[in-house]
């Protein structure tokens, strides 16, 4: 159960489009459909944005999208806005029951 | 309106025991997987356990023999016991709901703060 792989930052300016990337295994998001994405402000509860790779939950803007290639999975942000300013964190189901999450990037809108 | 209140967390010496337990709202616990997920201040996520709606349980390797997870769905409750507790067990945990596998995590209450410490 190794955590899956991003980078500890990402920004970029209002209006412009940013890409998180999550990199696992073919144990896991190799392996499955089943790649997630929260979001979460500062001492709130994460909050559900990506799921199933590429579906994203009725309410979520569609300036988030999900990609999927190999073992590495991307959180695409588009049209960039302050309130996108988070934590951004991946999950993948892992096999046998069990999910692996992301160590998390902090996303900085300059 | 979907609801997930978390309670139950406190101080408690290494090797201590705690119950944490989740009142659910706004949907039909029977019908759903539930998990718990921590998480340690500044730290990234972690799933700790799963118990679906069938009654199976599953455990994170590190918390494994010493959780235990369980649900009434009666009481629209989701509970875990912590025993053993370590200082690397300190964290906020989660309750978060689960519609199926592809989406595991889609609501989540506010969190409890578990702090093991002497």
């Known amino acids: 159960q190794s955590a899956l792989t991003q980078p500890a930052s990402v920004s970029g300016s209002p209006g412009q489009s940013i890409t998180i990337s999550c990199t696992g295994s073919?144990?896991?998001?190799?392996?499955?459909?089943?790649v997630s994405w929260y979001q979460q402000h500062p001492s709130n509860a994460p909050k559900l944005m990506i799921y199933?790779?590429?579906k994203r939950p009725s309410g979520v803007s569609n300036r988030f999208s999900g990609s999927k290639s190999g073992n590495t999975a991307s959180l695409i942000i588009s049209g960039l806005q302050a309130e996108d300013e988070a934590d951004y964190y991946c999950c993948s189901y892992a096999g046998g029951s069990t999910w692996v999450f992301g160590g998390g990037t902090k996303l900085t809108v300059l | 309106e979907v609801l997930l209140v978390e309670s139950g967390g406190g101080l408690v010496r290494p090797g201590g025991s705690l119950r944490l337990s989740c009142a659910t709202s706004g949907f039909t616990l029977s019908n759903y997987d539930m998990h718990w997920v921590r998480q340690a201040t500044g730290r990234g996520l972690e799933w700790v356990s799963l118990i679906g709606s069938t009654g199976d349980t599953y455990f994170a390797d590190s918390v494994k023999g010493r959780f235990t997870i369980s649900r009434e769905n009666a009481k629209n409750s989701l509970y875990l016991q912590m025993n053993s507790l370590r200082a690397d067990d300190t964290a906020v945990y989660y309750c978060t709901r689960g519609d199926g596998y592809n989406t595991p995590f889609d609501y989540w209450g506010q969190g409890t703060l578990v702090t093991v410490s002497s």
């Open positions: 073919s144990s896991d998001v190799g392996n499955y459909n089943l």
């Open positions: 199933g790779d590429t």
